[in-house]
């Protein structure tokens, strides 16, 4: 006799960047293996590659291209699809620096947010009558960071890839019509204000948010402002 095929429910949430309504449903026991099998490895590009996976297989919604989400699309998904699957509490171990003492903390999944700053803009003045474009960095990106090496290095891969145009008075000058040293070129010839734009650009960009809140030894009230998947997994 064959063994019968077990249900499982399904569940809506709206994209943050795009506020469509996607369906998805709980991980199950082959999604939970690719995760713990790229946490063994310990290598951040695995785990990443592994969350994307996790979505994709997840997501019932038709045309959503995982490597094309927002980064915090990605992040935000992944949230709801774990409090979903396992449980929408998670306890953390948090180090307290003012009293060196450490501190669990509750974090309820469901709760987490898109924080979205009212001064975002992805549209701004460079000076001399020029104007930069941006586009949010997208999931694939990783695939394009694994080869780089430094900080830096790491920074202007994403700063290349969310430049979406230039603009003056007159035309518009999309990036992808342009070489790769031709990008490189324009970046570096950015004076330090429109760096300053870019920087805040990404500063203000919509990210995940939640706050732990708890006191520490000394009476003191304490609010740790939770923004990326990391922070929701090692707190530490």
């Known amino acids: ?46 785990i990443i590659n592994a969350v994307k996976q996790v979505i994709n297989n ?7 291209n995982v490597d094309g989400l927002t980064t915090f699309d990605l992040e935000y998904l992944f ?9 929408n509490v998670i306890n953390l171990t948090y180090k ?16 987490v947010e898109i924080k979205e ?20 960095p997208r999931a694939d990106l990783t695939n394009s960071l694994k080869f780089v090496e430094g900080e830096m290095d790491a920074f202007f891969e994403v700063l290349k890839s969310s430049i979406e145009s230039v603009y003056d008075a007159e035309s518009v000058y999309k990036l992808s019509d342009n070489t790769p040293e031709e990008v490189d070129e324009f970046i570096q010839s950015l004076d330090t ?8 650009f990404y500063s203000t ?6 706050e732990v809140k708890y006191t520490n030894s000394l009476g003191n009230d304490k609010v740790i402002p939770l923004t990326s998947l990391t922070d929701f997994f090692t707190l530490g």
């Open 1 to 46: 006799m064959a063994l019968p095929k077990i249900g499982y429910p399904t569940f809506e949430l709206i994209l943050p960047s795009t506020k469509e309504t996607v369906k998805y449903r709980p991980f199950l026991v082959k999604e939970e293996k690719i995760l713990l099998t790229s946490q063994a490895s310990g290598e951040a590009n695995d």
């Open 58 to 64: 997840c997501i019932l919604t038709d045309k959503i």
């Open 79 to 87: 949230i709801k699809i774990r409090a979903k699957s396992v449980n």
């Open 96 to 111: 307290d620096m003012e009293d060196d003492q450490k501190y669990v903390v509750e974090i309820n999944l469901d709760e």
């Open 117 to 136: 700053d009212p001064n975002h803009v992805t549209k701004f003045d460079i000076g001399n009558g020029y104007g930069l474009v941006m586009k949010y």
């Open 193 to 200: 204000k429109a760096f300053k734009k870019i920087q805040d």
């Open 205 to 210: 960009m919509p990210k995940l948010y939640y």
